[in-house]
């Protein structure tokens, strides 16, 4: 088996009969070969005829045809079918799909194959601002995030996560020497929620009060000159803002902690270098007063040149050059071979412009590459970002609260769980909800947070994906074993079997494009397939031993399927609900 996917398989056999046939070369991928749709007989068909049609000057149906003369592909399906326009149609063979199945349930990984060359990713994400508490801004990032180090660290890469927090520059500036005049001794003793009230304030008084403003500037120039006792207030703010990350971390199940945070603070002393090697490079210039980089073809909207700034006219540093350091950081002394940045869509020029000048400096390459993994906005149901109806940022803790209390009274409404249950099922799902609705749907695009929607027992949720695989599992557990050996007896069971051998395909695209929503998609399918083979294929009460152990192994297999599926995506999944 190709690297464990069905479509590979077929799609080598294919490419070797157009060469037989045809004498054109194409990999296994250019065979285009996909899941049938619905209704069309088959399990899997191939696109490739009308694109090769061209090449070689014949009609598809004819070319289609030619191909399956040469086809060696009759060990595992049927004879193909040509269809249409000139599309070639697999089914699987049933003792094939069988075999396929042991072998699956035999394997821990569930035929998903360890990438061959593992690299090592660094990537990016979370990144909130110390002294701020995080809301729901702060959400996809985290999420996103999450499942992409998981999906990664599955196939088998080195990945290395970094939090790059906000907490340096002039707005720490701002807050220590408002702190300072209140006398409120740092941090110490403060909740995030204090600090973000001072930060507030510090921000309407250098807006208001030029003196103030002045004095704040003094106050970063003492802070990034290593003033010992502005260090020792900062220091305080950045152990108060980490212990509210870590609560929401925690909350979230995402895979970030101590270890992985590196602040702005963290490239400060590299910024002098980077700047000095930009100009010893040839690539900066002085534009009213500034250090900035010009890129050809990146203008503003007047069609003027737009620049990156490096090093501003008063001297200090902006985004620009910490994120260039860190582009250099982790490609030249961490040895990352991937940079991988989940941050919001609005930023995609600004690393567009930051990778373009990192490659000319060598720090991208063909060996090094960087990727920006971008997504939209968490919208309300009416339309707008997402906001309290008073107007304000919501809380992540609060909304992650309150998708527990909701998941906790839907569940009281379906299940009678036992008391020691209850708390971990509805955080299971009350979290798992949250996560899903916004991995579920391309991250490129905005989605619209509606509690009702992402709770449902129904669609494309995590509760039903959830709900589906804590059935196998009650009904595995009645049983006592998982079965034995699988016969496809109805085509039922025969649909399932063949969405359960489709995971690689499903975890590799995910893998590759950074989209968690088409592991979601399949595990939605597969959801779907597994319920209707639980409706329609009794298990327990099946009419013989061997249809009874066959149907239990499709079931444990279904759940391993689900249970794997969604802990790449960090979301739990409950025995009971």
């Known amino acids: 088996m190709l690297g464990g996917d069905v479509g590979l398989e077929l799609g080598a056999r294919v490419a070797a009969a157009v060469d037989a046939a045809l004498g054109v070369r194409i990999t296994p991928e250019e065979a285009l ?51 249409g326009p000139g599309f070639v149609n697999f089914a699987l063979r049933r003792d094939w799909l069988e075999a396929r199945l042991a072998d699956l349930a035999a394997d821990e990984r569930l035929g998903v194959p360890a990438a061959a060359e593992p690299r090592r990713y660094a990537i990016d994400y979370g990144s909130p601002n110390v002294a701020k508490e995080m809301h729901v801004g702060h959400l996809r990032s985290a999420i996103i995030g999450d499942a992409v180090v998981r999906l990664l660290e599955f196939a088998g890469h080195d990945v290395v996560r970094h939090n790059h927090l906000g907490d340096w520059g002039t707005p720490f500036g701002m807050l220590i020497e408002h702190l300072t005049e209140l006398d409120a001794g740092g941090s110490a003793g403060h909740s995030i929620g204090d600090l973000n009230a001072f930060y507030q304030a510090a921000r309407r008084k250098f807006d208001g009060d030029p003196d103030f403003a002045d004095r704040a500037r003094r106050r970063v120039v003492a802070l990034q000159s290593g ?14 803002s980490e212990q509210h990350f870590a609560e929401v971390y925690a909350l979230l199940d995402v895979k970030l902690d101590d270890d992985d945070y590196y602040g702005e603070s963290f490239y400060n002393p590299f910024l002098d270098e980077v700047v000095e090697e930009l100009a010893a490079a040839g690539l900066t210039e002085v534009s009213d007063g500034a250090v900035c980089v010009f890129l050809p073809g990146f203008v503003n909207r007047d069609g003027q040149r737009l620049p990156l700034i490096v090093r501003k006219s008063d001297g200090g540093y902006g985004y620009a050059a910490t994120d260039l350091a860190t582009v250099r950081y982790w ?149 006592g074993h998982t079965g034995g050996a699988v016969s496809l007896d109805s085509p039922i069971e025969r649909a399932l079997a063949v969405k359960l051998l489709q995971l690689p395909a499903a975890v590799a695209t995910a893998v590759a494009e950074f989209a968690p929503h088409k592991l979601c998609t399949y595990l939605y399918e597969t959801a779907v397939a597994f319920s209707a ?37 960090g979301i739990a999944a409950p025995a009971a609900l």
Request: proline residues 4%; charged residues 30%.
């Open 33 to 83: 070969i996909r899941p049938a749709a619905p209704g069309r007989g088959a399990d899997y068909q191939c696109n490739a005829a009308m694109g090769l049609a061209k090449r070689v000057g014949r009609p598809a149906r004819e070319v289609a045809a030619d191909v399956v003369a040469h086809l060696d592909a009759a060990d595992l399906a049927e004879p193909p079918e040509v269809a």
């Open 533 to 569: 083979f639980y409706e329609h294929c009794p298990i327990l009460k099946a009419p013989d031993d061997r249809t009874r152990d066959s149907r239990l192994a499709l079931a444990h297999l279904s759940s391993r399927t689900l249970t794997l599926g969604l802990s790449l995506l």
């Open 331 to 479: 490609t030249r002394d961490r040895k990352a071979t991937d940079l991988l940045y989940v941050v919001g869509t609005p930023q995609a020029q600004h690393f567009r412009m930051i990778f373009e000048t990192a490659a000319r400096m060598g720090w991208l390459d063909d060996d090094h590459h960087a990727v920006h993994i971008g997504f939209g906005s968490v919208l309300g149901e009416d339309g707008k970002v997402l906001r309290t109806r008073a107007g304000g940022a919501v809380k992540l803790v609060s909304l992650l609260r309150e998708a527990v209390d909701r998941a906790a009274a839907v569940i009281a409404e379906r299940a009678e769980l036992p008391d020691e249950l209850r708390a971990d099922v509805a955080r299971a799902v009350g979290i798992g909800a949250v996560k899903y609705a916004d991995l579920s749907g391309d991250r490129e695009k905005d989605y619209v947070f509606a509690w009702d929607r992402m709770l449902a027992m129904e669609g494309n949720t995590s509760v039903y994906v959830q709900y589906a695989n804590a059935r196998a599992r009650s009904v595995l557990s009645r049983a």
């Open 227 to 240: 003033d010992e006792e502005t260090l020792s207030l900062w220091r305080e703010l950045v152990r108060a």
